[in-house]
């Protein structure tokens, strides 16, 4: 095993006069440096690296060997294996230190330093000795560094990747396989995305893997609900303001599109966006500055935006309620996200999603789903999209049977809410006795039925909250809590 508080060399030279001479060198140093294995040629330098790479902190290598892979290619064929790993070379092609060619030439290939073996008068040591230990001590720290981010660097990775899994878009549908490829397209560019589709059907999903499948996946990705925002701090949560800006204001806060600067931000419901701050959103889009309050000069910011509504945006400008020259900066890429009831081949497939999903985190045995149950899924219409899926199965689980039957399906789905409007009390009774449910769960279904009734007679959610009688941010939040938004 080797010792990991020493620097563990790598060396590399088929001529044992020169393997004597860079040991003597650095025996003074051997409390520290220790030339860890020798080999004579690059196929068994590769060869050591592959077995034994992460134990090499610096390969000190002959520039000129007499068999197998050498020079550049051996460098570089090092950093493809290692690319942690430092690499001095040393040479007697020349005891010219100021070879800017040369030394330009290994550098580009990957080598950290490069020392001119002898000139003819010395013959014990490598020549100017002090600057080879030197570096073997510089390539020792930086190898260290780089160790450092590469294992930092991979956390990143494996944290974008476990997203990416929670993330993924479910389905085997020609518009799922379309989408998928969309994403992964838009993902390579840099411009604005906006995303159309009806609610729940999973918009903000979308965004979520354009981002993570793009050059700023190790950035902020921020989501801003523009319908959440209470409309008197719209502007101080988008763009912030410095401390003693106005009365109250006793610290400087970072606006949400500061806090996201080389990231995305995602704009949901982003007709909920009152005129003041669609202004302000154009200012960050045309010229990259956005305005603080209380600050005079504007501060710089690198976004990507990515927006999304469930409104026809095109009849919000005709109507005058969403800026025309900001609808055609955010719709450089278009994107539609299909409804579920237009892609009904992946409704068993989700509905076995949720089932193994949420099964797992009850901790009970998945069940089965009879086909009974499974034509009523997949024929119901499916207003609220796959949210309402999630939200029906979620339900199905609750009932504790092995199998989930057709009566189980109409009962999570709320089914009597279907029945003939004409009916009278005595049917009302004749409904729930078929469809008996805790009041808990019935006291949800009805809530969540008629905040999707009022969602869908509204002009926006603020008109929606208004009908409710809430406010904005505790219509929002009921929402979540019904699975609506």
């Known amino acids: 095993m080797l010792n990991s508080n020493v620097i563990n060399i790598l060396l590399v030279e088929d001529e044992e006069f020169d393997v004597n001479r860079v040991k003597k060198t650095i025996e003074p140093f051997a409390d520290r440096i220790v030339i860890a294995d020798v080999v004579s040629d690059g196929n068994d330098a590769i060869k050591y690296l592959k077995e034994k790479q992460s134990l090499y902190d610096v390969v000190i290598m002959d520039f000129n060997l007499s068999g197998g892979i050498m020079g550049e290619k051996l460098i570089q064929k090092i950093k493809e294996i290692e690319p942690s790993v430092q690499i001095v070379v040393i040479t007697k092609m020349t005891i010219n230190i100021t070879d800017y060619n040369f030394a330009q030439r290994l550098m580009k290939a990957g080598a950290f330093w490069y020392c001119t073996k002898y000139p003819g008068d010395i013959e014990e040591y490598i020549y100017q000795p002090t600057d080879f230990i030197l570096s073997i001590l510089n390539a020792y720290e930086k190898s260290k560094i780089e160790k450092a981010w590469g294992k930092s660097n991979q956390k990143l990775i494996k944290n974008v990747e476990d997203i990416l899994y929670q993330k ?20 390579q560019s840099d ?7 009806s609610s729940g059907t999973g918009k903000e999903l979308v965004a979520y893997n354009i981002h993570y499948n793009s050059s700023r996946k190790f950035e902020n990705f921020i989501t801003i609900n523009c319908g959440s925002l209470p409309q008197d701090l719209i502007e101080s949560e988008l763009f912030g303001y ?28 982003i007709t909920e966006l009152p005129l003041s701050a669609q202004v302000k959103l154009l200012r960050v889009i ?31 400008v005709r109507a005058k309620r969403f800026r025309e020259d900001l609808y055609y900066r955010l719709n450089v890429i278009y994107i539609k996200v ?80 279907y029945e003939d409007e004409n009916r009278g009390i005595d049917d009302f009774e004749a409904i729930f006795k078929k469809n008996e449910l805790p009041l808990s769960q019935m006291e949800k279904t009805v809530r969540e039925k008629y905040f999707t009734y009022i969602r869908k007679n509204s002009s926006s959610d603020t008109e929606a909250a208004k009908k409710l009688g809430l406010a904005p941010s505790n219509y929002y939040r009921m929402a979540k809590e019904l699975g609506l938004k």
Do not use: C
Not at 168 to 187: D, F, M, P
Not at 191 to 197: A, R
Not at 249 to 266: M, Q, S, W, Y
């Open 168 to 187: 993924r878009i479910i389905g085997q549908s020609a518009s799922v396989q379309n989408l998928k490829h969309e994403i992964l397209k838009y993902a």
């Open 242 to 269: 410095e401390k003693g800006s106005f009365t109250g204001a006793d610290k400087r806060k970072p606006g949400l599109f500061e806090i996201a600067h080389n990231g995305t931000v995602f704009l949901d419901e």
């Open 191 to 197: 411009v604005n995305i906006l995303i159309s589709g």
């Open 338 to 417: 299909s409804d579920l009831k237009e892609r009904k081949t992946d409704i068993p497939i989700l509905i076995d999603h949720f089932l193994s999903f949420y099964s797992q985190s009850m901790g009970k045995e998945k069940p089965s789903i009879d086909s009974g149950a499974l034509d009523l899924l997949v024929n119901y219409d499916w207003p609220g999209n796959v949210r309402e899926l999630k939200n029906v199965v979620q339900r199905m689980l609750f009932v504790d049977n092995d199998v989930i039957d057709e009566q189980s399906a109409k009962r999570a789905l709320g089914a009597f809410f």
């Open 286 to 316: 045309q010229d990259g500055e956005l305005e603080k309050i209380g600050r005079t000069d504007r501060v710089k910011v690198d976004i990507r935006i990515i927006a999304a509504t469930n409104r026809n945006i095109e009849e919000e």
